[in-house]
């Protein structure tokens, strides 16, 4: 069964950097044409869009956190990940990772809870 499954720390204090590991199952994660992706969603709020790199590692940022986000992939683990850097309360959400093959949505993750609170 091909899936997706979030990983890391549930708490992580302001100022300090989140690290989130999406692990891929079923499939290679070196396929082409897809885009593995992060979005979070705040409490009570809608789906934030965060960033992606594609299978060609090219990679595309929100404006809005191009400046501490940074999505990278490893082959050998079949995973890629999540680095928010500075966080602060308002990065508490539940991040989830994605697969887009082009625009079309093929895989989402069950997310996972993420709280920023010294």
């Known amino acids: 069964q091909v899936q997706l499954r979030e990983s890391g720390p549930g708490l992580v204090k302001p100022s300090q950097t989140l690290s989130l590991t999406c692990s891929l199952t079923?499939?290679?994660?070196?396929?082409?044409?897809?885009?593995w992706t992060w979005i979070r969603q705040p409490p009570g709020k809608g789906l934030e869009w965060m960033g992606f790199?594609?299978?060609?590692?090219?990679?595309f940022y929100s404006p809005a956190l191009k400046s501490r986000t940074v999505i990278s992939r490893n082959t050998s683990k079949n995973q890629f990940t999540l680095r928010l850097d500075s966080v602060t309360t308002e990065d508490t959400d539940v991040y989830y990772c994605?697969?887009?093959?082009?625009?079309?949505?093929?895989?989402w993750g069950r997310g996972t809870r993420v709280t920023v609170c010294s």
């Open positions: 994605a697969a887009f093959y082009g625009c079309d949505l093929k895989l």
């Open positions: 790199r594609t299978s060609t590692d090219n990679t």
């Open positions: 079923g499939m290679p994660i070196s396929r082409e044409h897809y885009r």
